[in-house]
C-alpha cells in the first residue's frame, strides 16, 4: 500500500491532498479571497497566505482521509512552474515534512499534474493522447507519450487563455478571477451579437492579445456613445466574447488533432471547467470521431489531487528528489 501526500502551492490556493494507491481520499483546497478587489493576484499576498494556511489544509486532508500522519509514505510537491514565494511556501513544507516523517520526497510539474489529473477517475485515455491545457497562466497543446514523456506542440505567444477571460471580465467591471462569471453571464446570452476578430497565428501557437485590444476598443467606443452599454449588454458581451476564446482554442485543436493523427483528445486547467469549451467540445468529439476526456470539475482548477496522483506514479517508479531542490518558476511542461 502506498499513501502519497500531495501539496500544491504554485499560485493563489493552497491544497493537500492524499492519495491511497492511486485512489483520491481527500483534496482541501483553501482558496485564497484576498486578491479579489486587486483585480489578480498580488505574489507577496499569495505567498504569505500558502504560509497561513497550509498547516491546516495538510491537516484536514490528512484527516479527511482518516489516516494518520505517520501512515504515509511520500510526499509531492509543486516545483514548478508558478510564483516563487508561492512555490516556496510549498516545497519547504514538503521538505520539512518528509524530513520530519523520514520519508521520500517527490517534485512534481504543476503542467504535467494538470495533464495526470485524467488518471485520478475512469475512464482514462490511452497513449499517446493530445491535451489542451488551458489556465490562468498557459495554454498548450502537449503530445503526452507517457505519464512523464510530454511534448509541447503549441502554446500561447502572449496571452494565456485564462488571462484572455480574466482580463475581458475587468474590462467588463466584474471582480477577479472573472472567467467563471463571464461562463455564467453568458447562459443567458447571445453568442453571435457582438463580432471580435480572429488571429491569424500560424501553426499551432495561440495567441489573446489581439482579442483582448479589440475588446477594450470596442467597449471605449460603446460606452462612450452610451455609459450603461456594459450593463445593459453583459450576457451577450459574455456569450459573445466566450463563443470567440473558445472556438480560438477549438480551432487549433482539431488542426493538432489532423496533424498528428491523433483522436485520443483531454482537456486540462483552469479553463476547462468553461461550460461552453466542455459543451462544444463534446460535439465536436462526435463530429470529429474522437475519444474525449474532459476532467471533473473539482480537477480542473488547481488542486492537490492532480499533484498527488502525479507524486503516486513518481512513487511506484521510485523516482524522488534529495532535499536540494528548488522551486522552478519556469519549468517546462516537456520538450518543445
Ligand atoms: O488552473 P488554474 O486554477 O490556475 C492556474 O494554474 O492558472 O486556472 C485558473 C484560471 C483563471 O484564469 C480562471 O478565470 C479560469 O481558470 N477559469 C475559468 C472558469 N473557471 C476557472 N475560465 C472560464 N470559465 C470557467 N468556468
Ligand atoms: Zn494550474
Redesign the pocket.
Known sequence: MAIILGIES????TSASICIDGNIASNIVATQKIHAKFGGVIPELASRAHQQNIIPTVDEAIKVAKIHKNDIDAVAFTRGP?LLGSLLVGNSFAKGFALAQNIPLIEVN??QA?ILAHFIDNPKPSFPFLCLT?????TQIVLVKDHFEMKLLGNTIDD????A??KA?KMLNLP?????????YAQKGNTNKFAFPEPQIAGLDFSFSGLKTAILYFLQKKTKENPHFIEENLNDLCASI?SK?VKILLNKLVLAAHQTGISEIAI??????????RRDLEFLGIKEKWNIFIPKFEY????AAMIAIAGFQKYIRHDFCDHSVSPDPRMAVGLT
Open positions: 504554485s499560485c493563489d490556493d508558478g504543476h503542467m494538470h488551458v489556465s490562468g497562466g498557459h494565456a487563455a485564462g488571462e477571460f480574466d471580465a477577479y478571477p472573472g472567467g467563471p462569471l463571464i461562463d455564467q466566450q476564446i486540462a486547467g483552469g479553463v476547462s471547467a468553461n461550460s461552453s469549451l480542473c482548477t488547481d488542486n
